[in-house]
Antibody
Framework: EVQLLESGGGLVQPGGSLRLSCVASGFTFNTYALSWVRQAPGKGLEWVSV????????YYADSVKGRFTISRDNSRNTLYLQMNSLRVEDTAIYYCAKNRAAAGIIHFDYWGQGTLVTVSS | EIVMTQSPATLSVSPGERATLSCRASQSASTKLAWYQQKPGQAPRLLIYDASTRATGIPARFSGSGSGTEFTLTISSLQSEDFAVYYC????????FGGGTKVEIK
């Protein structure tokens, strides 16, 4: 059974930093791309970032480019999202999502339960 | 960026009836289109990918169709567990989602 468990969310002030983690199990971690997708309270879904299976390809939505960094540790089956220079508009539930392939633009066949990030003074 | 527009925003349907949800892309998404279901307090669940392929474990009452800029998700006979919000997502370019259609009990 595929499982994705996010952690690291919380309350942070504007301009602050936070690091999210996602521990995966139930599939061969190093053979799939992984993404972060967020959802502001009461709003729709927004793709944030993807990292390909080998870690060589990383891509970001324009809204977070230059502020967020995605990474993965295949030895620990863990995905990360380092979020710097946080803004109020980054407030959202952040989901870790498994892609259906190793690379390429894809969709998400499994999702974690999400971790809430609140940016507020 | 490909903008995805879903209609209607809310669909009121009686149990057992058919529901038809629409999704339009601002430019061609080919057949690179997925549908997700999201219930309150839960993560999204993949229903359909490649516009018409059901994901693992998804009941046959869910079907998808379309290509290019026009897509449809049909639920042939609504069950109580199907009342939820549905999102379309294109992946012909960087992923973008529609704003969602809420299917509620009539």
């Amino acid at each position: 059974e595929v499982q994705l468990l996010e952690s690291g969310g919380g309350l942070v002030q504007p301009g602050g930093s936070l690091r999210l983690s996602c521990v995966a199990s139930g599939f061969t971690f190093n053979t799939y791309a992984l993404s972060w997708v967020r959802q502001a309270p009461g709003k729709g879904l927004e793709w944030v970032s993807v990292i390909y299976a080998g870690g060589v390809g990383t891509y970001y939505a324009d809204s977070v480019k230059g502020r967020f960094t995605i990474s993965r540790d295949n030895s620990r089956n863990t995905l990360y999202l380092q979020m710097n220079s946080l803004r109020v508009e980054d407030t959202a539930i952040y989901y870790c999502a498994k892609n259906r392939a190793a690379a390429g633009i894809i969709h998400f066949d499994y999702w974690g339960q999400g971790t809430l990030v609140t940016v507020s003074s | 960026e490909i903008v995805m527009t879903q209609s209607p925003a809310t669909l009121s349907v009686s149990p057992g009836e058919r529901a038809t949800l629409s999704c339009r892309a601002s430019q061609s998404a080919s057949t690179k289109l997925a549908w997700y279901q999201q219930k309150p307090g839960q993560a999204p669940r993949l229903l359909i990918y490649d516009a018409s392929t059901r994901a693992t474990g998804i009941p046959a009452r869910f079907s998808g169709s379309g290509s290019g800029t026009e897509f449809t998700l049909t639920i042939s006979s609504l069950q109580s567990e199907d009342f939820a919000v549905y999102y379309c997502q294109q992946y012909n370019n960087w992923p973008t989602f529609g704003g969602g259609t809420k299917v509620e009990i009539k």
